[in-house]
């Protein structure tokens, strides 16, 4: 198994909402990563998990929140956004913080 | 700090045609190079990458040199097909480092 898989596909919510982007991988890999990708722009790197500890977040507003429940799964709690939030959210896994990154087919978030 | 330009898009051509990206970087040391490539609707994949100097990524036809004396990493394509078109991003990765800088994507579109 060489996916990343990410659900849901699309998702629609409101400002008051509290809604979860789920991320899965079964590589064995032990780097786990959040990205944001506005259109027509390249991703830009939220959060890095290396061995289910947050070791990067690159100042990504509380609104979001990551979650490593173990080493297999990489969690976006989303909470209160705003419409500029609306993007294309990819997440990536790695053997280790320096590998070779596999990403998934991302979620796109719309929020209305 | 860490930088990667690439050609401006979109770049338009038809099929069987040569295609040229152009993609430089700034970086300290020796970093990794990578070529990503993202269809309509989907993540990113890796299309190929270059660890050091000289090194030639190649995959599905696309071609890249890692070229320490010019700071380039110019991805090459001798016949592109209609199935090529979509968006290209030239990224790096510093020594040891967790986080990849893209470059802000080259959108390629090729007409039978």
């Known amino acids: 198994d060489t996916e990343v898989t990410q659900t849901p596909k699309h998702l629609v919510m409101g400002m008051t909402n509290k809604k979860s982007l789920k991320c899965e991988q079964h590589?064995?890999?032990?780097?786990m990563y959040w990205y944001k990708q506005k259109a027509k722009k390249p991703p830009e790197l939220m959060f890095v998990y290396s061995y289910e500890k947050l070791s990067i977040n690159e100042s990504v507003p509380s609104r979001f929140s990551p979650e490593c429940p173990n080493s297999s799964l990489l969690n976006l709690h989303l909470h209160a956004l705003q419409p500029e939030d609306s993007a294309l959210y990819l997440c990536?896994?790695?053997?280790?913080?320096?590998?070779?990154?596999?990403f998934g087919p991302g979620t796109r978030l719309t929020v209305l | 700090g860490n930088s990667v330009t690439q050609m401006e898009g979109p770049v338009t051509l038809s099929e069987e045609a040569f295609l040229t990206i152009n993609c430089t970087y700034t970086a300290t040391g020796y970093p990794s190079l990578f070529w990503y490539v993202q269809y309509p609707g989907e993540g990113l994949q890796l299309l190929l990458k270059?660890?050091?100097?000289?090194d030639k990524g190649s995959n599905k036809g696309f071609e890249a040199t890692y070229r320490k004396e010019t700071t380039s990493f110019h991805l090459e394509k001798g016949s592109v097909q209609v199935s090529d078109s979509a968006v290209y991003f030239c990224a790096l990765r510093g020594v040891s480092a967790s986080k990849i800088i893209f470059g802000s994507g080259t959108r390629l579109s090729i007409r039978p």
């Open positions: 990536a896994s790695s053997q280790d913080g320096a590998s070779r990154q596999f």
């Open positions: 590589m064995g890999h032990r780097a």
């Open positions: 270059a660890t050091k100097a000289d």
